[in-house]
């Protein structure tokens, strides 16, 4: 898949595209990721992407011109537009999924008091939120979004069951993992994952992470089929 996001900072990317399981995705082909500078469509000779909001109030809004020529500029007919915003639909595990099997995402970063509402009605399919807290700008959310989306991508991370074992697979929580050494500062790794008994580890990790969901997120296992 291809995944174009357009932010007024480009330079908060960079980093993140080249490193780790992105960078790797996109070296082996497996994705391409494009990040569009938004300055480079603004309007006149100073290149302005945004003015007061009509009404007034605190704040600058971002311009439509400016964003509806840069999501013009990479959108085609199999293109799904987001919009990173506040107040849009919260992103889940299952958005990933299924934003994973697109062929074309365009991330739109908003910044300032957000965007022309023109851009959204026109041009915006889906508008998402990360989360209940406000950022200086959209384009870390656009990073996250992308992240949990590509890690999908069948070869990404090299096993099917890495993504099987995520915490929210199946509305639940991740099960406890452990590592060498079997004692560290008097806590020991539970014995049961020392056994080699391959059935009761699994039922083991099963119920820990049953535990963990009812613990921390019941209304997880409240969205289960029944």
């Known amino acids: ?28 082909g497996l994705t391409e990721i494009g990040v569009h500078n938004l300055r480079e469509f603004g309007v006149g000779k100073w290149q302005i992407t945004d003015d ?30 987001v919009y990173l915003s506040p107040d849009g639909e919260p992103f889940d595990h299952a958005m990933a999924v299924e934003f994973s099997r697109l062929p074309h995402l365009v991330l739109v970063s908003g910044h300032y008091e957000g965007i ?43 096993t099917e069951k890495s993504l099987t074992q995520d915490s929210f697979h199946r509305n639940v929580l991740g099960f406890p993992q452990y590592t060498r050494p079997v004692e560290f500062e008097g806590m020991r790794v539970p014995e049961v994952l020392l056994s080699g008994n391959h059935g009761e580890i699994e039922r083991w990790r099963q119920e820990r992470a049953l535990e963990k969901t009812r613990e921390r997120r019941p209304d997880l296992l409240s969205n289960q089929d029944t």
Do not use: H, W, Y
Request: hydrophobic fraction near 45%; charged fraction near 25%.
């Open 116 to 158: 022309d509402q023109r851009v959204r009605d026109s041009r915006v399919d889906r508008e998402v939120s990360i989360g209940d807290f406000v950022l200086t700008n959209g384009t870390l959310p656009a990073a996250v979004l992308t992240d949990a989306v590509v890690r999908q991508i069948p070869g990404v991370l090299g």
């Open 52 to 81: 007061r909001p009509f009404g007034g109030g605190a704040g600058m809004l971002m311009k439509p011109e400016p964003l509806c020529a840069a999501i013009d500029s990479v959108r085609g007919e199999d293109s799904l537009v």
């Open 1 to 28: 898949m291809r995944i174009d996001i357009i932010t007024l900072f480009p330079g908060m990317l960079s980093g993140f595209l080249t490193e780790s399981m992105i960078g790797r995705a996109r070296e082996a």
